[in-house]
């Protein structure tokens, strides 16, 4: 075979090549170096991106987190109140943050934004931080993924701990990311799409 043929050949691979790639690329967003899918599915139906920012602690970047929906939400109140299916997507990229560290942090996001819950929203969110009872690594998630009529399903590092029932206690926990006190204005505003 001459050089022309093999050149010719050569360069279809390579276009073939990058055309794979692309594709396999197409279907992830990339933020800062992390893959995130630009849709989950909850329950049957899918949900897309709507956006991705850094929590950050004393100046410590902790993880990133991504917030995705049926529908598109672009203000707090909806991705609190909508009663769709909805995720947040916490991606640590700090080297561990450990349960104690989990615990503090939900406690505190609870007390901020829902400081007197009933009897049986207390006795849920006791039992949705206790499923934080291990480190979480640089690298390893944490998904909550509310299903309307089922509820949030809590994911670490790949196990589903639980479903911790009612809209309730979604609105309790998406108010630490969007509520009037969140855990960050900055990723609050990211994850809504604003920044």
Request: hydrophobic fraction near 40%; aromatic fraction near 12%; charge should be negative.
């Amino acid at each position: 075979m001459n050089q022309q043929g093999c050149a010719g050949k050569l360069s279809g691979f390579l276009v073939a090549t990058m055309v794979l790639f692309s594709a396999a690329f197409v279907s992830a967003a990339d933020f800062k170096g992390v893959s995130f899918p630009d849709e989950l599915t909850i329950g049957a139906e899918k949900c897309s991106l709507n956006g991705i920012g850094i929590r950050k602690k004393f100046f410590i970047d902790v993880y990133y987190g991504a917030f995705y929906a049926k529908d598109k939400v672009g203000d707090a109140t909806a991705a609190v109140e909508s009663d769709q299916p909805k995720a947040v997507v916490i991606h640590v990229i700090y080297k561990q943050v450990d349960a104690d560290k989990w615990v503090e942090g939900w406690k505190e996001g609870f007390a901020k934004n829902t400081p007197h819950p009933d009897s049986s929203l207390r006795e849920r969110m006791e039992t949705f931080m206790g499923w934080f009872n291990e480190p979480v690594k640089k690298g390893e998630e944490v998904r909550l993924l509310y299903e309307p009529g089922v509820g949030t399903h809590v994911v670490i590092k790949g196990v589903e701990k639980g479903v911790v029932p009612g809209a309730d206690f979604m609105q309790a926990v998406w108010k630490i990311y969007f509520g009037e006190h969140p855990a960050s204005e900055d990723l609050k505003k990211a994850m809504l799409g604003q920044s």
